[in-house]
């Protein structure tokens, strides 16, 4: 059985995807206690491990387990399959959670919270025959009928990513003389490609990478910080749960970096792929068809939200939207319309400003990891022509994600077509448009480009080190 996630984290899969199989590697502590003797391992028909000491004693062995921290800090491959234990990134673990929430006396339940990415909506709309906000309505009746308190978009948070990301690029393209942060830009919201950023490329890679939060865990300071104020709870208190279209994002919400230290809280506590959640629906007996429609939440006022999204494609919009921005704040030019050029493949393609014969902006999308190897050794040999590249693990982007619904009589390429056009079919917004952001970085962030936004809707990467049994990669 392929992994789940993407190619730079699984076994083997399609030749686009890298990563020759091998178990993990990483190293057990044993304990060594003081005594001569030589013990034996005697193995239970269940699979449980005694030791047996010379005088007959015998001790259970704890089973090694491997995290995704510990994933997260090894280099011994580049992959965290099926042999990595993800028990607190699963709808066990929510319904555990709901399940203590019905029992605790008054005052130490958790506020429990989902947030809904649209590319899970559309994979769910494609398979119910639904439409995306019917579904996403839907799917806010079925969580708060299993006891979650509120639901929310995360179409929201990625207003605060895709303003981010804009700003960034601005200022690294006007400093790029004597700036330590580097051209071209490298998109960072897919967590499969900074995985195998920072395994594989390591320090090289670092300046490149954008420090512009994900929608997920913009989403995660959104919660844990200020929705959590305005319900007056510490963040250890709300058990934040995101539904995503890539098995990645667990990895992603296991990272140190979005560790609330003081409460020692995950700002995303749980990643549940848009199939977990259909197997919740089926586990559940719930037809998502049949039920009412409830109204999505909103972080900010008692008024319900209205699902929406970004022009730009799947993967969030990112090159659309930081091209556009760029382009006007940078030389005054609005433009109307990107016109894509595919290069190598349909996943790999550029779009350029000129004026006057002279190129201004030269931007590139590079998904799936055959062309993020290209993109990689163009950088390597200082012939990358491009100031920014929206760079995704998956071939097509987010919509295409591990974790999206599969059909059995479908093939898959019509199926992405069917959640592609699907996906289309929502309402977009201009995150520069949105009231409620606006008033947010007023209210809560105290303004833009602010120490209290650098640290909310900002994140920092690490290169890992390299062990000396290093794992061989086919190029």
């Given amino acids: 059985m392929a992994s789940p996630f993407s190619g730079a984290l ?35 028909d269940d699979g449980s491990y005694f030791q047996v000491n010379p005088d007959g004693g015998t001790q259970k062995l704890e089973r090694a387990k491997v995290s995704l921290n510990d994933c997260l800090a090894c280099s011994g491959c580049v992959t965290s399959a099926e042999t990595v234990l993800i028990t607190q990134q699963s709808h066990e673990e929510l319904r555990r959670v709901l399940r203590a929430n019905k029992t605790a006396v008054p005052g130490q339940q958790r506020l429990v919270v989902v ?40 179409a929201f948070s990625r207003n605060f990513s895709l303003l981010e990301s804009q700003r960034e690029f601005v200022r690294r393209f006007r ?36 420090t512009v939060r994900s929608p997920q865990q913009v989403m995660g300071s959104l919660v844990k910080d200020f929705f959590a104020q305005q319900q007056h709870l510490t963040p250890d208190k709300v058990y934040h749960v995101t539904v995503m279209p890539c098995y990645d994002k667990k990895l992603e919400a296991s990272r140190l970096d979005f560790l609330c230290q003081e409460h020692q809280a995950r700002e995303v506590d749980c990643v549940l792929t848009t199939g977990e959640v259909f197997q919740m629906l089926e586990e559940e007996g719930v037809s998502l068809s ?88 163009k950088l390597k040999r200082g012939r990358c022509p491009y100031q920014y590249v929206e ?10 994600g591990g974790g999206q619904l599969k059909a059995a009589d479908t093939p898959s390429k019509q199926l992405l077509l069917q959640v592609e056009r699907t996906y289309s079919t929502v309402r977009t917004q201009t995150p520069e448009d949105v009231p409620e952001v606006q008033a947010l970085y007023q209210n809560w962030l105290q303004g ?28």
């Avoid at 199989?21 to 005594?35: A, E, F, L, R, T």
């Avoid at 709309?125 to 929310?152: C, E, M, W």
């Fill in 290 to 377: 049949e039920l009412e429609l409830a109204p999505l939440d909103s972080l900010t006022s008692s008024l319900c939200e209205e699902p929406s999204s970004h022009r730009g494609g799947g993967s969030g919009g990112y090159l659309e939207h930081i091209f556009r921005y760029a382009a006007r704040e940078l030389f005054g030019i609005h433009v109307d319309e990107i016109t894509y050029r595919p290069l190598r493949n349909k996943d790999f393609q550029e779009a350029i400003l000129e004026r006057e014969g002279r190129v201004l902006l030269h931007f590139a999308m590079a998904y799936g990891f055959r062309n993020i190897q290209n993109l990689m050794q």
């Fill in 448 to 475: 833009e480009g602010s120490e209290l936004a650098g640290r909310l809707l900002h994140t920092q990467y690490h290169a890992v080190e390299k062990l000396s049994s290093g794992l061989g990669i086919r190029w």
């Fill in 115 to 154: 947030s809904v990415s649209p590319q899970s909506t559309a994979s769910l709309a494609v398979r119910l025959q639904l439409n995306p906000s019917d579904t996403a309505r839907k799917l806010t009746a079925f969580f708060k009928k299993i006891g979650v308190h509120y639901v929310f978009d995360t």
């Fill in 175 to 210: 400093g790029q003389a004597d700036s330590k942060d580097a051209l071209p830009v490298l998109a960072s919201a897919c967590p499969g490609w900074i995985c195998y950023a920072e395994k594989t490329h390591g320090s090289f890679v670092l300046p490149y990478l954008s």
């Fill in 10 to 44: 699984q076994l083997t899969d399609l030749d686009d995807f890298i990563g020759p199989s091998q178990d993990c590697i990483k190293p057990v502590k044993v304990d060594k206690k003081p005594g001569s003797g030589v013990a034996r391992i005697h193995i239970e």
């Fill in 391 to 400: 760079v995704m693990a998956c071939p097509s982007g987010c919509l295409n």
